[in-house]
């Protein structure tokens, strides 16, 4: 059995469930919350509430952190045309990566009425970030001396 594999065969229960209450400006958009944990018995049902306290969240997003930063690693084949890969939290991530400059078949819709065609293409170099693509252009200069 995978570690995956075991990890979705285990069985959760409930402990500890966290009730967030907000109040707001109507006139600002302000926000204030405050933030309640209530333990939960062997039947599922919620017990009293108490303040969650401000050590108690920073403890817990440490672990949410922790786990996160395991699981966007990467491991296994790294092709050579990647050049960097950094997560940045909540899910997204900044990664760089190039293309040479090669021939290769183009193909366009048919709405077009244009043939696929082989064409070259320049080297490429591509950067995602967050949810946004940077596509630049490149070129090697040898410098001989």
Not at 6 to 12: I, N, P, Q
Not at 109 to 131: C, D, Q, R
Request: glycine share 6%; aromatic share 12%.
């Amino acid at each position: 059995m995978n570690e995956q594999t075991e990890f979705l065969s285990r069985a959760y229960l409930p402990a500890v469930g966290i009730i967030v209450y907000q109040t707001a400006d109507k006139k600002n958009d302000k926000y204030d919350y405050y933030l309640e944990s209530h333990s939960i018995n062997a039947e599922g049902q919620f017990m009293e509430g108490k303040p969650l306290l401000e050590d108690t969240l920073a403890s817990m997003v440490d672990v949410f952190n922790k786990n996160y930063k395991q699981l966007s690693t990467l491991s296994g084949f790294i092709p050579e045309c990647l050049l960097k890969y950094e997560p940045q939290g909540g899910g997204k991530y900044k990664m760089v990566w190039y293309r040479p400059q090669q021939e290769r078949v183009i193909h366009f819709s048919s709405s077009l009425n244009l043939p696929s065609a082989k064409a070259t293409v320049p080297a490429l170099l591509y950067m995602v970030s967050g949810k946004r693509l940077h596509v630049m252009r490149y070129q090697i200069i040898n410098v001989r001396k």
